[in-house]
């Protein structure tokens, strides 16, 4: 049984590696190469006049919000690409798509590696941190508020998987759309968090698709996709 035991202990090293490589998954820039400071305005004053109409426009959604609303935004609270299947179809999962799966992981990991940074020096409050009256239906935050992280990197997914499918460009991107607005319908955001987030998933994907790095693995998971896809 000992001669057996190296192979085991490999076999447990690989599984251990797949089960936490969405964790692990190394982004492909960070701040020190896009630094949102200079490149988006600062937020509003939390008590300027811009500040409280948008907290008047997230109680109206609040009120107006139905139940299907509700649940799009909660399960929209999940930063993964597998958000775009119902644009996608039943053949778009983890399970027969890995290279593309571990791709679209270092696209999410870039994403926290540029925005967070930012959202640590602007420190704009959640509109449930200015009011009492704000009931967010999605899990809670204390990060900053500006940007919208999920707004990035749905816009990210969006302008990326787009130009991996352009023949569903824009059913995609109006799903990116969905996705960045129900950070709003979630009570978690402000409006012009979400349009910032926009803005920054473009500027990213933008820089993204300029490098060779990225063109790379890039060119891996396409295949992997329009080939499981059938295209």
Known sequence: MK?????????????????????????FVTNKDIDLTMILPPPPANDSAETKAELGEVLKVQVTRTPEMEAR?????????????DVMGPKFNKETLPKFAAFFDRVT????????PAKDVWKRPRPHQLSDLVKPIVKLSNSG???????TVGTMMGIILSDMVPEKRAEIMARAAEYAHNRVVGGIHYPSDVEMGKIS?????AVLLSRPDFKAEYEVARSELRSDLGM
Not at 8 to 22: D, K, N, P, S
Not at 201 to 205: M, R
């Open 201 to 205: 998933g473009s500027v990213i994907a």
């Open 109 to 116: 990991a870039t994403e926290g590696a540029v925005v967070d």
């Open 3 to 27: 001669r057996f035991a190296p192979l085991a202990a490999l076999l447990l090293v690989l599984v251990a590696g797949t089960t936490v490589r969405a964790e692990d998954a190394q982004p």
């Open 73 to 85: 935004a909660k399960a929209d609270a999940e930063e993964d690409v597998w958000r775009f299947a």
């Open 145 to 151: 508020s500006w940007p919208s992280g999920h707004a």
